[in-house]
């Protein structure tokens, strides 16, 4: 009996943590697209879009770099997303 608990909360909490991986991962696409949207607002009023250009806006370049990171993060979280559920089904073979 003990081990059917144990397996019934391993599933609503790896349910939970893919519910909130994926709200995150919302997130910060919706971030994502409006740093996107800041970027190419700051290049258009400039008029500088090459970033090797040393007039390229420097909030411009800031806000590159933090579009990078959640980039990179928003990818991070999808690879983690996917082996959730083989960790699962191992965790249930032990169980039972």
């Known amino acids: 009996m003990a081990n059917l608990y144990l397996?019934?909360?391993?599933?609503?909490?790896?349910?939970t943590n893919r519910l909130q991986i994926a709200t995150l991962i919302g997130s910060l696409s919706r971030t994502?697209?409006?740093l996107t949207v800041?970027?190419?607002h700051d290049e258009s009023r400039v008029g500088v879009r090459d970033e090797s250009d040393p007039a390229y806006p420097v909030l411009a370049r800031?806000?590159?770099a933090r579009r990078?990171?959640?980039g990179a993060t928003i990818a991070m979280l999808e690879n983690l997303r996917?082996?959730?559920?083989?960790?699962?089904?191992?965790t249930e073979r032990?169980?039972?």
């Open 62 to 64: 800031s806000l590159r």
């Open 94 to 96: 032990e169980v039972a």
């Open 7 to 15: 397996l019934e909360t391993l599933r609503e909490t790896a349910g």
């Open 82 to 90: 996917a082996p959730k559920a083989s960790a699962l089904d191992t």
């Open 32 to 34: 994502f697209e409006l």
């Open 68 to 70: 990078d990171n959640i």
């Open 38 to 40: 800041d970027i190419e």
